[in-house]
């Protein structure tokens, strides 16, 4: 299974980015999936995961700005991200899990893409 994260970069206060991660499997990958990110001296946090049902869970931080979705054939996850905040600024890593649910742990996940950065400028 290999992850590979895109789409991140600079942006100002209140705009937008959309992520992408493809996913290759074979078969397709039928996994519960997750974004994370990572700041600079915190440790990675969970910010939304997607089950292999559609359930889908965010950290309260990101809720209702984020948007965590994944295409009808299971190759791209993506991380829709509007109303940007300088907080938001993070290298962000996209992973895939064992089990078919949502998962906040990093533990519980078993595959990994390289990150992606992401910069919000005031």
């Known amino acids: 299974v290999q992850l590979q994260a895109s789409g991140g970069g600079l942006v100002q206060t209140g705009g937008s980015l959309r992520l992408s991660c493809a996913v290759s499997?074979?078969?397709?990958?039928?996994?519960?999936m997750g974004w994370f990110r990572q700041a600079p001296g915190r440790e990675r946090e969970m910010i939304a995961t997607?089950?292999?049902?559609?359930?889908?869970s965010y950290a309260n931080s990101v809720k209702g700005r984020f948007t965590i979705s994944r295409d009808n054939a299971k190759t791209t996850l993506y991380l829709q991200m509007n109303s940007l905040k300088s907080e938001d600024t993070a290298v962000y890593y996209c992973?895939?899990?064992?089990?078919?649910?949502?998962?906040?742990?990093?533990?519980?996940?078993?595959?990994w893409g390289q990150g992606t950065l992401v910069t919000v400028s005031s």
């Open positions: 992973a895939a899990a064992r089990g078919d649910g949502i998962y906040n742990r990093p533990g519980s996940y078993a595959y």
């Open positions: 997607l089950s292999s049902r559609g359930v889908t």
């Open positions: 499997a074979r078969p397709a990958l039928n996994y519960g």
